[in-house]
Structures are given as structure tokens and as C-alpha cells.
């Protein structure tokens, strides 16, 4: 990898990091700067469009890597309710890692951003839909009937991102596991794999 294209990955990797713990408005430019070593001259080169697209970019780059995460789980687990199970819990042991500073890549600049930047906005709505795609696409593997299977991924993310604010807000990770354990028996009940594996 070239010098430019390794201060561009460390600008993206630092000001996704600094995004999920402090959200857009307490991340300064100065900051990512420092704390990825890159050469104060190389913002504006690889990100013209300011701490807007140097946002965007780093919401794309979290996004994928969550994206392949579940894409693993996803293959790991032959059962849908398995493998929300273990990317719920998956969550919460890298928030208890990291002290209850780091939630979801995506949460924290969508809460904050989204609201003042179509651009932000866009890409935040892009990483929910393919997280949430990557689920549906199992649960209707698993045999559930596509618009249920739709319903059924939008609640799984929508208990999860839940989950990780209220886990942040008490500092514990019970939430998560109370929301992993209930999606796991809504999935079980709705997958015909689930149920037949179940029964044996």
C-alpha cells in the first residue's frame, strides 16, 4: 500500500473510531489528524469534501465491516436464531470491551448528523438496509415467507440498536443479553428449519 493510500485508510479507520465514541460534532478534524498520524496536507487531498465526506466515508468503511461480520455469523450458523443470537451478543461483549464507549458504528453520527446532512443520512440508511438485507436473505433461506422475514429482520435490528443505547446508558450489558434471548425464541417459533431442528 502507498504512503497516500495508507494515511487515507488511517484517516478513515480513526475518524470511524472517533465517530462511534463521540459523534460528528465533538470529533474535530485537528483531532483525526493527530491521532492518525496523517499529514495535515493530506485531508483535503483525499477527502475534498471536508469532515462531511470524510463522514460519510468512514460510516461506509464501519458499515462494511459489520456487513462482513454478519455475513460470517450469517455462514456459521445454519440457524437465523443462532446466528442474530451471537451478533447481538457479539455487540454487547465489544461494548463491554470498550467500557460502554463503543455502540454501533452507524447509531451514534445517524442520531446526531443524519438530520443536518442528506449525505450522512444516505449512508447511514445504506448500512441499516444491508444489515438488515443480509438477514431477511437468511431468514427467507431458513423457509420464512419473505414479507415476514422482512418484518422480522427490521425488528431483530431495530432491538438491537435499542439494545445497545440502553446498555450504554446503564453500563450494562443486560439489555443486549434480555434482547438476544427474546429474538432468539421470535426466530426459533418463525423459521420452519428452526422449529424442525427444534423438535428432534
Known sequence: MSSEADSRTRMLRTAARLLQRQGYHATGLRQILAESGAPRGSLYFHFPGGKEQLAVEAVQAASARVARLIGQLLSA????????????????????????????????????????????????????????GQIRDHLIAAGVRADRAAELATLALAAAEGGLILSR????????????????????????????????
Open 77 to 132: 450458523y445454519a440457524d437465523p436464531a443462532d446466528a442474530v443470537d451471537a451478533f447481538v451478543r457479539g455487540f454487547a461483549e465489544v461494548l463491554r470491551a470498550s467500557e460502554y464507549a463503543e455502540g454501533c458504528p452507524v447509531a451514534t453520527i445517524s442520531l446526531e448528523a443524519a438530520a443536518r446532512s442528506k449525505a450522512i443520512a444516505a449512508a447511514c440508511d445504506q448500512a441499516y438496509v444491508q444489515w438488515e
Open 169 to 200: 446508558a446503564r453500563r450494562d450489558v443486560e439489555p443486549l443479553s434480555v434482547i438476544a434471548g427474546q429474538l432468539r425464541a421470535i426466530l426459533r417459533d418463525a423459521a420452519p428449519k428452526s422449529r424442525a431442528r427444534r423438535r428432534r
